[in-house]
C-alpha cells in the first residue's frame, strides 16, 4: 500500500503543496500531516485527502479545532 496526501481548496479542487512523498503505513501518513498542518495550510489548502493508492480513503479540514 502507498499513502499519500491530495492538498485541496475549500471546493474540492487540487491545489499545489510540497511534495510529502509516499507513506508506507495510515499512521506514518497521518504524523507527517499531523506535524505538517500549519504550513499547507498557510500555503492555501484548506483540506487534505489521504489515499491508499489513489483511492481516497478520507477528506479533513485543516483548522486548528
Do not use: C, H, I
Not at 37 to 45: C, D, I, K, R, T
Not at 46 to 61: G, R, S
Amino acid at each position: 500500500m502507498n499513502w499519500t496526501w491530495r492538498y485541496e481548496a475549500a471546493d474540492g479542487t487540487v491545489v499545489d503543496g510540497p511534495d510529502a512523498g509516499t507513506f508506507s503505513s495510515q499512521s506514518d501518513a497521518e504524523t507527517w500531516l499531523g506535524l505538517n498542518w500549519q504550513s499547507l495550510a498557510e500555503a492555501g489548502a484548506t483540506q487534505v485527502t489521504l489515499l491508499n493508492d489513489d483511492k481516497a480513503e478520507y477528506t479533513m479540514p485543516l483548522t486548528a479545532e
